[in-house]
């Protein structure tokens, strides 16, 4: 290979066009192929959210009906959790960078990995169909509930095969990250030489082998109870509503794991790139993810509180859920220690970075309200519930994949974005988030009721303030992605190492050739290594 | 970049991923198990009760078929690694048959118990007792979904005779037989939960 071609961009390489690249099987152009889709869905929810918001505006009926209203809040949640935040860093910065981090030219299995992008895709397009045929968009909210979700007339069969399909996208990307790790790592990198980010995805990976075939046969159940009224979860026939929500939380909330702790991969490769300095704590942030993945499995009917569990159970699993904390915080500890006495460079990437430290840390002690039995009983079902997974899945990884975006936008596409713009559009977000979603932690404390299309003249004044919030956010999000766009094509030429950073892919070209390394690097030492003259 | 999936073959790459896969099936299948479980706490005389309807001879009799598929299979596997290929044929398509033979002998099964009215939602299974609708309703759930698999592993295991038949699959790369020898084996043990589960329960 000579010095010319080696230099040209993967996306260069291969065939061309709109066929060359849902046909490639390349783990940089599959990565850009989720991004694409993924955005899409994404500014789709987000629409619909703002139209929820606007419905809030007045009291009684102002743009909507209320069947209207329920198909919204359904529709944004699964859209959200299934198409954008659950699959999101995974799929688009594990697949573009975890073969880069340690050293590998693909994955292990790069069909199965085209594979999976087509899941995705037929997953979401079933999805969608659910909209427009048998009794309309489903009304369920996300988590399809029975006995509601068995009795509506609406088209909850189709959305639900949906998300079974979407699964099988997840449980293939786990798999193959999982065997990617294990066999393709450089020689000389070791587990412990390995950047965070690779270590997140492995904890990520094996939840979603483990934990997502159980919301595939809930939803399989689910199904065969409308087709046939099997009767496992319909008390008329002898069976079990709350057995549903059983199955269905052993899986989704693991989930929240899988969506949370890429960020925090993602963040733990941000922060030690600008504040120059090797991440503080490497091996606690490495096991606190696997503690996470393991203690996050065993907590799921925190959700179920109010469902009329034992006295006991519900006494274990309040005092799991405090425990999940504590890996978290290492973490949080541990990027603090980092900054301090650091250097820091404050990029566009890095303020989305800090920003989800302190979003991140709202929502997570949030969660520990949710944790505490007493208090669970007042704010179950209310506003409170919505602001706080809104301060964790969007101040969080939502937050988190804006700042890898950033990060990681010169390297995916060879060009740079004006550093100034995305500063400029953070202002809005970050307002019009806190506007949002702190009105709802207040307004849940008040009593505000989650789901409902109309409120009571006590919460119009907060459901006003929070409305005008959403716009802020929406703005922000707005500028933010048309910064990025105009740069994808109209953005100057990126260097190899705009940032300074030290793992793998930044040594490689801007953006980086088809086969990512001409020679396979041999590892000498851990990574972050900022000053490896200077290092003990 | 066609090439890029045959530059590094590594088989114990090939055999983590497809063991995670399984992995995940058994997880799949675990749900229906917790459901079992649960509702034979609940109702254990009247889960009792309706297996003694199941036909325990036909079930043992399709036990014996897939548990003889099993050996066959890993008889076609080894003796590839032997360099016989006729032999590998003969027994994969053997393997083939008994699954086929296990399908037939399931569709028999169904068809004779929904002849007596016996299927989720029917008018005689609703006249009956809670716990004996729901060992009905697990039973066709449970059994339909591993009659999935198997119509999924007959299916892979005919793509994988026609590869061994072009010597796409050679005593020296073997790794797709041996894979979807794992998966027919997966298949096979579920059954085996499921034959003591629903129709020696009795």
New interface residues.
Partial sequence: MSAASAAKPYFE???RGFLGWVT???HKRIAILYLVSMVTFFLVAVALGVLMRIEQLTMGQTIMKPTTYNALFTLHGVIMIFLFVLPGLPAVFGNFFLPILIGA??V?????NLLSWYFFLAGALIAVASLFTGGGPPDTGWTFYVPYSVKTGTNVTLAVFGAFVLGFSS?LT???F??TI???RAPGMTWFRMPLFPWSLYATGWVQ??????V???L??LI?ERL?????FDPA????PV?YQ??FW?YSHPAVYIMILPAMGAISEIIPTFAHRAIFGYGAIAMSSMAIAGLGSLVWAHHMFTSGLSDFSVLVFSLLTFLVAVPSAIKVFNWVATLYRGSIELTAAMLYALSFIFLFCIGGLTGLFNGALAVNVHIHDTYFIVGHFHYVMFGGTGFAFFAALHYWFPKMTGRTFSERFAKISWAPLFFGFNVLYFGMLVLGAQGMPRRYYDHLPQFHTGHVVITVGSWFLSLGVLMMFGNLLYAAFRGGRAEANPWGGVTLEWTLPSPPP?ENFETVPTITAPPYQFNPESAP | MTSHAEYHKDYQGAKIGMWLFLFSELILFGGLFIAYSAFRLRYPHEFHEASGELNAALGVANTVVLLTSSLTMALSISALQQARKRHASAFLSATIGLGALFLVNKFFEWSAKIHHGLYPGSAHLMEREPGQRLFFGLYYSMTGLHGLHVVAGVTLLSIMLVLLVRDRITPDDFVKLENSGLYWHLVDVIWIFLLPLFYLAA
């Avoid at chain 1, 082998?209 to 159980?214: D, E, F, G, N, R």
């Fill in positions: 390489e291969g065939r490639s099987t390349d030219r693909d292990a299995f790069p069909r199965l449980i786990g798999l193959n999982v065997t294990h066999r393709l082998i483990l934990a997502t075939p159980i595939g046969i809930t399989v159940l065969l046939f009224h099997v009767g496992i026939i002898g069976g079990d057995l059983h199955l052993i088809a």
